[in-house]
T-cell receptor, first 114, second 115 residues
Framework: EAGVTQFPSHSVIEKGQTVTLRCDPISGHDNLYWYRRVMGKEIKFLLHFVKESKQDESGMPNNRFLAERTGGTYSTLKVQPAELEDSGVYFC????????????FGPGTRLTVT | QKEVEQNSGPLSVPEGAIASLNCTYSDRVSQSFFWYRQYSGKSPELIMSIYSNGDKEDGRFTAQLNKASQYVSLLIRDSQPSDSATYLCAAYHWYSGGGADGLTFGKGTHLIIQP
């Protein structure tokens, strides 16, 4: 069974540009989560989808971040316009239906904003 | 504000010894706890999950949970050099209405197993 996949693995963009990150969860997993790790800090929760519905986006830093999960399959996270402080590793995780389920993480996308 | 605290280390343990990793959490309603292992530049990999007070054993790993003290630990027996990694403690709770939020992570403990 394929794990969580993310694309791209690494992205370098200039301040003010737009970047879109993609996450493909494990097949059949209704829950999809986005997290971010900024250098020197802990992994922080950004938002949670159940199928195509956003359940909780309390961790989203600001309105420059837009997450979507059309059709309840893969998800995208767009940053527009990117700022220097957006640099970090963005992880996606998925879990089966139900609360408290184990989350399986993807390899992450390392975003560098210059 | 939910917080999970871990000693960042590094924690150095000789090969074959027991490595003991500790974690405390601030939110009394946290209900599920997880230990993830992360190698440098890789994704977090689940090692153990624990939901009830007491011990849970899986191979060389034992997770311990004490909800009264808000304390979670991970013991690694017969430590191997391949166990050298950063170990992340994470807590998860869901609301009485059935909703849930994401995991709250600690910063991780860097473990070094010395051959």
């Amino acid at each position: 069974e394929a794990g969580v996949t993310q694309f791209p693995s690494h992205s370098v963009i200039e301040k003010g540009q737009t970047v879109t990150l993609r996450c493909d969860p494990i097949s059949g997993h209704d829950n999809l989560y986005w997290y971010r790790r900024v250098m020197g800090k802990e992994i922080k929760f950004l938002l949670h989808f159940v199928k195509e519905s956003k359940q909780d986006e309390s961790g989203m830093p600001n309105n420059r971040f837009l997450a979507e999960r059309t059709g309840g399959t893969y998800s995208t996270l767009k940053v527009q316009p990117a700022e220097l402080e957006d640099s970090g590793v963005y992880f996606c995780a998925s879990s089966q239906e139900g609360s408290g389920r184990v989350q399986y993480f993807g390899p992450g996308t390392r975003l560098t904003v210059t | 504000q939910k917080e999970v605290e871990q000693n960042s280390g590094p924690l150095s343990v000789p090969e074959g010894a027991i490595a003991s990793l500790n974690c405390t959490y601030s939110d009394r309603v946290s209900q599920s706890f997880f230990w993830y292992r992360q190698y440098s530049g890789k994704s977090p990999e689940l090692i153990m999950s624990i939901y009830s007070n007491g011990d849970k054993e899986d191979g060389r790993f034992t997770a311990q949970l004490n909800k009264a003290s808000q304390y979670v630990s991970l013991l690694i027996r017969d430590s191997q050099p391949s166990d050298s990694a950063t170990y992340l403690c994470a807590a998860y709770h869901w609301y009485s209405g059935g909703g849930a939020d994401g995991l709250t992570f600690g910063k991780g403990t860097h473990l070094i197993i010395q051959p």
